[in-house]
């Protein structure tokens, strides 16, 4: 198959953009699933904002959802009733190795003690104590 001067100008481009999309950093930080009924709030992190949005989005949509009761007010309220917000944006910092991770952990702690989204106001459950971790680790190494 012999591949003309123009096909192969345009491979190359695409080439060259899906190497620029994937070398460039993705927005990191914080956000918010806001029930605009309720104004009840799912606060989440990740490392790709837009991807963890659009997987949010899908699993609510294909009614897979893991959270059971944003599952089930998507389900009742309708898809036109939530918002995907992001409130906090970290900047990469090039030439430094920076644990992002841990970042976005003491992010989402601060947006998570300022809005409280636990039981009637939101869908986050509250986080374990670091004491309450090692009793579970304790006690299910005790089970095994």
């Not at 959802?65 to 906090?88: C, M, R, S, T, Y």
């Not at 003690?113 to 869908?123: A, T, W």
């Amino acid at each position: 198959m012999l591949v003309s001067p123009k096909q192969f100008s345009v491979n190359q481009d695409k080439k060259q953009l899906k190497k620029d999309y994937q070398q460039t950093p993705r927005p990191m930080g914080v956000f918010l699933i806001r029930n605009n009924t309720s104004d009840k709030v799912l606060v989440g992190t990740s490392l790709d904002l837009p991807g963890i949005i659009n997987r949010h989005k899908f699993q609510l949509d294909a009614g897979v959802h893991p959270n059971k009761a944003l599952q089930a007010d998507w389900n009742e309220f309708g898809a036109a009733n939530f918002a995907f917000e992001i409130v906090d944006e970290l900047t990469p910092r090039a030439g430094e190795t920076i644990d992002y991770r841990a970042e976005l952990e003491a992010l989402e702690d601060l947006w998570l003690e300022r809005l409280q989204p636990f039981n009637e106001r939101g869908y986050n459950s509250p986080k374990l104590s670091r004491e309450e971790k090692l009793r579970r680790i304790a006690a299910k190494t005790r089970n095994e």
